[in-house]
Every structure is written in C-alpha cells, then in structure tokens.
C-alpha cells in the first residue's frame, strides 16, 4: 500500500513558479514510476507528466513540455513538479499518483493504483 500526499498548490500570477510536492508512505518507492495529473473543472483529467523509478527517464504533455519539470529524490520518498511560467490554462487540481506498469505506459492515469488528495493550483491573469 502506498499513500500519497501533495502540498505546495497556491494562488500565483501568470508568469510565476510554484513548486509541487508529494510525499510518499510505504516501501519500495523506486519500484513504482511517478505521475503528474491535473483536473480543471468541468474537464476531463489529464496527464501532465511521469518519471520513471530511478528518475532517469520522464514524459510531458505537449501542453507544458519546456515549462515543467519533474524530478525525485528516492531517498526521500518524494516526487516534485517545478512548474514556471505558469499560464491562467494551467488552473486545475493537481494530483501525483504511483504505477507498477511498464513506463511506457504511464502516460495513462488507468495505469496507476495509487493516488492522492490534490493540490489546488490557480493562475490569474
């Protein structure tokens, strides 16, 4: 079992950083690949981005590939999102989320078995 804690969403101008993180509980965190999804109302969920196990290989969304970077410190159980210039299109409720598939393949939310809370991020104009 793994269970997964965000923190760091805030209210930030357009053109601003914010730095997500999720801390994750339980063993064998570098066997599982790590995932950023995001919810604006009224949308479907979408993926944002994943890291594999050892953190040597990542995913983007075309949508903020050059403007988010993931990255995780295994040590540390923690996966963190550093997004910058950031965008009004960017508001949604960001969650992180832990899959056991095959790295490819997690780029498909279908594909974790954990996720948690979300974390509110908001970009005004």
């Known amino acids: 079992q793994v269970q997964l804690v965000e923190s760091g969403g805030g209210l930030v101008q357009a053109g601003g950083s914010l730095r997500l993180s999720c801390v994750a509980s339980?063993?064998?965190?570098?066997?599982?690949?790590m995932g950023w999804f995001r919810q604006a109302p009224g949308k479907e969920r979408e993926f944002v981005t994943t890291?594999?196990?050892?953190?040597?290989?990542?995913r983007y969304a075309d949508s903020v590939k050059g403007r988010f970077t993931i990255s995780r410190d295994n040590a540390k159980n923690t996966v963190y999102l550093q997004m910058n210039s950031l965008k009004p299109e960017d508001t949604a409720v960001y969650s992180c989320?832990?899959?056991?598939?095959?790295?490819?393949?997690?780029?498909?939310?279908?594909?974790?078995?954990?996720w948690g809370q979300g974390t509110q991020v908001t970009v005004s104009s």
């Open positions: 989320a832990a899959s056991s598939a095959p790295f490819l393949r997690t780029t498909n939310g279908g594909n974790y078995q954990y």
């Open positions: 339980g063993r064998a965190f570098n066997n599982y690949a």
């Open positions: 890291i594999n196990g050892s953190g040597d290989m990542t």
